[in-house]
């Protein structure tokens, strides 16, 4: 089991950045993601990253934008959001799975662990 904490949430003017931080409990082993929820919208998965932290993937609404990367001596995964639009404004939860085999995909059902969120707002 995983425990996680998401920091580094805010509020910012369009074309600004963010960098949110999760900190895991552990991480040796664990695939994690990031998937942001709207109010009135549901759940969506924004960048995953690997056990290795060599392969990611990204939703087409923030590639170009928004960067994942792992710290696995600090058990910390990082979202780097540049440029970020209205649209970008969501509540922010960190994932984690255990396993090597990384599925590549943004499918929130793939995570066993979350965090609680940290929010982001950004305004015209």
């Known amino acids: 089991q995983v425990q996680l904490v998401e920091s580094g949430g805010g509020s910012v003017q369009a074309g600004g950045s963010l960098r949110l931080a999760c900190v895991a409990s552990?991480?040796?082993?664990?695939?994690f993601g990031w998937f942001r929820q709207a109010p009135g919208k549901e759940r969506e998965g924004v960048a995953s990253?690997?056990?290795?932290?060599?392969?990611?993937t990204y939703a087409d609404s923030v590639k170009g934008r928004f960067t994942i990367i792992r710290n696995n001596a600090k058990t910390t995964v990082y979202l780097q959001m540049n440029n970020l639009k209205p649209e970008d404004t969501a509540m922010y939860y960190c994932a984690a799975q255990f396993g090597l085999l990384w599925p590549g995909t943004l499918f929130a059902g793939t995570f066993s662990y979350w965090g609680q969120g940290t929010q982001v707002t950004v305004s015209s």
């Open positions: 990253i690997n056990v290795f932290g060599n392969a990611t």
């Open positions: 552990k991480s040796r082993g664990y695939f």
